[in-house]
């Protein structure tokens, strides 16, 4: 079986020695780049499977290279990896397509749980893509997910969602109905077992999923909120 690429992009030398040295014990290849511009060209000519990128680089920031990834219209799961611990900065992360953050100084094995996690979702994604069928159709009324061809349309229009946004909605709208706290949506969605830090991120993609799919995402009525409990689907009547 082919080793997973790991692409570690991070000026701190001690940093990438250990993120490299846990990460080829688990038996992931590992390329590395010291600052964003070349952590970008990486990314994009060798195709990685995960990519760990520190926000604080030289001549190019992680956020411009996360930024560019998405633009370029990779789906690489991009772990942020920051010193850095104000909220807005990891929002803004996520905001600009990375799949999830890791504050420093972290624990190897938080970290490379959610490596682990990571590469397993896209692996899951691009599997299902292969196995086109019918019953690969949720019909929701206005809204289709076609989970074969990893698409969303409304009204018959295709919707551009993220693999992370995609993987929520179509959990709630496969489940419709049914009332999913942030932490289970962590551990369904994320993949994250046992999760028990923030879920903030499940907010951000809620929020973000809303304003692509809602007619109103001030006054949703696909993914409604539950206070206190969490989220739901709610098909068309
Ligand atoms: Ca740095």
Same mark, same amino acid.
């Given at each position: ?22 990460? %080829? ?42 930024? !560019? ?6 789906? !690489? ?48 994604? !691009?599997?299902?893509?292969? %196995? ?29 969602? !993220?693999?992370?946004? /995609? ?12 009332? /999913?706290?942030? %932490? ?48 739901? /689907? %709610?098909?068309?009547?």
């Amino acid at each position: 079986m082919d080793r997973k690429k790991v692409l570690i992009v991070e000026d701190e030398k001690n940093i990438v020695d250990i993120l490299r040295f846990n990460l %080829q014990k688990e038996g992931y290849a590992t390329l590395e780049a010291y600052d964003g511009k070349a952590g970008l060209e990486l990314a994009l000519g060798e195709n990685p499977d995960l990519i760990l990128l520190d926000l604080m680089l030289p001549v190019m920031n992680g956020f411009e290279v996360c930024k !560019t990834i998405r633009d370029k219209g990779l789906h !690489t799961p991009v772990l942020i990896i920051t010193a850095r611990e104000t909220e807005q900065d990891k929002i803004l992360g996520l905001d600009l397509g990375a799949d999830d953050y890791i504050t420093k100084p972290f624990s190897i094995r938080e970290l490379m749980a959610r490596v682990k996690a990571n590469i397993r979702r896209m692996a899951m994604v !691009t599997q299902a893509a292969a %196995q086109e069928t019918p019953a690969n159709l949720l019909d929701l009324g206005r809204l289709v997910i076609d989970k074969g061809a990893g698409v969303v349309r409304k009204d018959g229009a295709d919707l551009e969602l !993220t693999q992370r946004e /995609f993987d929520l909605l179509t959990y709630l709208a496969a489940n419709a109905g049914n009332v /999913f706290s942030r %932490q289970e949506l962590m551990e369904r969605v994320w993949n994250y077992e046992g999760y028990v830090g923030d879920v903030r991120a499940v907010d951000v993609a809620v929020r973000r999923l809303r304003e692509k799919v809602e007619d109103n995402p001030a006054q949703p009525r696909y993914i409604i909120t539950r206070r206190g409990a969490g989220y739901l /689907f %709610q098909k068309d009547a």
